[in-house]
């Protein structure tokens, strides 16, 4: 399985959660340049993946008031 196929299965708990792993070694330090872009990397891809959750979860709030409001 590739890694996108495997980012596509990642839960939003399971995102954040590599999310402030990677967060906390940048802060941390002590990677070279190389290895702290490619946690940048990471990091953005994570990031984007909680953003399409919360967006995903927007969706549902906003249409489930829909209903109710109809």
Do not use: H, N
């Not at 959660?17 to 967060?23: C, F, K, N, R």
């Not at 906390?24 to 990677?31: K, V």
């Not at 990091?43 to 953003?51: K, M, W």
């Amino acid at each position: 399985m590739t890694d996108e196929k495997k980012d596509e299965r990642l839960s939003y708990e399971q995102a954040r959660a590599e999310l402030a792993q990677v967060v906390e070694r940048l802060e941390t330090g002590g990677t070279s340049l190389e290895e702290s872009l490619a946690l940048w990397e990471r990091g953005e891809q994570l990031a984007g993946i909680c953003q399409r959750w919360l967006d995903g979860a927007r969706a549902r709030i906003d249409a489930a008031r829909q209903r109710t409001e109809d």
